[in-house]
T-cell receptor, first 117, second 107 residues
Framework: QVQLVESGGGVVQPGRSLRLSCAASAFTLGNYAMHWVRQAPGKGLEWVAFISYDGSDEYYAHSVEGRFTVSRENSKNSLYLQINSLRVEDTAVYYCAREAGSSLDNWGQGTLVADSS | SFELTQPPSVSLSPGQTAIITCSGDLLGDRHVSWYQQKPGQSPVLLMYQDSKRPSGIPERFSASNSGSTATLTISGTQALDEADYYC??????????FGGGTKLTVL
């Protein structure tokens, strides 16, 4: 069945950088737009970024624009999220999710990013 | 900016009907999706395009969207339905927006 597996999370000092990965299996990543969504501890879901199926379009939440970059390597069935200038408020579980129509129909298990302060 | 508003919590007894609302400006003009998230788990798509159920979602879950309010209804609520529920729509065709979430407690 469709599987999305995030990795790359960890404890990072504020101001430092981190790259998250999302490995897709059991479907052709290149046929789907993808999203990153995060959830701070005890809080709700917050959309972070979108990338079109071929990587030609990217959109970001205002809270991360200019610091986060989403990318993909369809040949490797992989999605990425580069996080620069980490802030305390970026602490969250980060999920990758597959877009199907107007919904996010499959989600990974998430990877935790935490600041070390 | 476009926002979706949900009640923070809903509580009811097993067997009752749960109604969770999601309000936003002219929400009926957009497609709404609903997600269920149980503690320690990832969100799961529950409803899409306002009222459609993905395969595997029980028929006791239904939804509608009209005017400025979308509604998720859980008929014959069971203890295993206890979870957080999020509505979701799109803003400007480019940004995904989630409601703040509703914690459903089955007493």
């Amino acid at each position: 069945q469709v599987q999305l597996v995030e990795s790359g999370g960890g404890v990072v000092q504020p101001g430092r950088s981190l790259r998250l990965s999302c490995a897709a299996s059991a479907f052709t990543l290149g046929n789907y737009a993808m999203h990153w969504v995060r959830q701070a501890p005890g809080k709700g879901l917050e959309w972070v970024a979108f990338i079109s199926y071929d990587g030609s379009d990217e959109y970001y939440a205002h809270s991360v624009e200019g610091r986060f970059t989403v990318s993909r390597e369809n040949s490797k069935n992989s999605l990425y999220l580069q996080i620069n200038s980490l802030r305390v408020e970026d602490t969250a579980v980060y999920y990758c999710a597959r877009e199907a129509g107007s919904s996010l129909d499959n989600w990974g298990q998430g990877t935790l990013v935490a600041d070390s302060s | 900016s476009f926002e979706l508003t949900q009640p923070p919590s809903v509580s009811l007894s097993p067997g009752q009907t749960a109604i969770i609302t999601c309000s936003g400006d002219l929400l009926g003009d957009r497609h709404v999706s609903w997600y269920q998230q149980k503690p320690g788990q990832s969100p799961v798509l529950l409803m899409y395009q306002d009222s459609k159920r993905p395969s595997g979602i029980p028929e006791r879950f239904s939804a509608s969207n009209s005017g400025s309010t979308a509604t998720l209804t859980i008929s014959g609520t069971q203890a295993l339905d206890e979870a957080d529920y999020y509505c979701q729509a799109w803003d400007r065709g480019t940004d995904v927006v989630f409601g703040g979430g509703t914690k459903l407690t089955v007493l």
